[in-house]
């Protein structure tokens, strides 16, 4: 099977499970996603599809990519990325699947878990506070004057200078992060919506890869 799908997230809401508890979830549009590309151990070293998710307009997309989606009988897509084809217990297998097929959420019928990537907010340019978490100087009049500085950089004798990877202030966000395992509420097949438990990374409209996670067998 294919281990996920693409798609985008639309936002976060609450149901109400049997018991009548609210669960908040996060809702991600899964699909239709379209196969561009078909990766196989005896061409590529490795199974995998290559997946294109919501149509871009033709007379915005580069001349080799117009050639690559053609090439498929699909048109040139917004979101392109590749997904393994696993077996049940992880193992990886040839890919039984056509140019130009359509995936939708379907594929996670029968799916406990899943884990999300996806793209973190952007937080612009921060301080040591925010971005690490310092917990800064003294707050109360005549202690200091400097209450959300980063402090001293280094020492300034034996090294003389601040040690490579020390935590500054800078840019925050937009990092490719994955939140795993979290749990499938709910699969709305025909409005290709899936229902996660829990908040997943980046802003609403953004892409997302969502992968299952393989069962785990007693042994």
């Known amino acids: 099977m294919v281990s996920g799908l693409l798609g985008k997230k639309l936002g976060m809401t609450r149901i109400f499970d049997k018991d009548g508890a609210a ?5 991600l549009q899964m699909g239709p996603c379209r196969i561009m590309q078909l990766k196989t151990v005896e061409t590529d070293g490795y199974s995998a599809v290559q997946l294109g998710f919501e149509d871009k307009k033709r007379e915005r997309e580069t001349k080799p990519l117009l050639g690559h989606a053609k090439k498929a009988g699909v048109e040139p897509a917004k979101f392109i990325r590749e997904v393994r084809i696993v077996g049940s217990q992880g193992e990886t297998l040839e890919p039984e699947l056509k140019l130009g097929q359509v995936l939708t959420v379907g594929l996670f019928k029968g799916v406990q878990k899943v884990d999300v990537i996806g793209i973190t907010k952007g937080r612009g340019f921060t301080g040591v506070v925010k971005r690490y978490g310092f ?3 003294g707050d109360s009049h005549g202690v ?3 209450h959300r500085a980063p402090g001293s950089q280094s020492s300034g004798t034996t090294m003389s200078r601040p040690f490579k990877g020390s935590r500054r202030p800078g840019h925050m966000g937009v990092a490719r992060q994955t939140t795993k395992n979290l749990k499938i509420a709910r ?3 025909d409005k290709n919506l899936l229902l996660v438990k ?3 990374p980046g802003p609403t409209g953004g892409f997302v890869i969502v992968n299952a996670v393989p ?5």
């Open 23 to 27: 669960v908040p979830v996060t809702v």
């Open 135 to 137: 917990s800064g100087m």
């Open 144 to 146: 200091s004057k400097v």
């Open 187 to 189: 699969v709305v097949e």
């Open 198 to 200: 829990g908040a997943v």
């Open 215 to 219: 069962a785990k067998v007693k042994k």
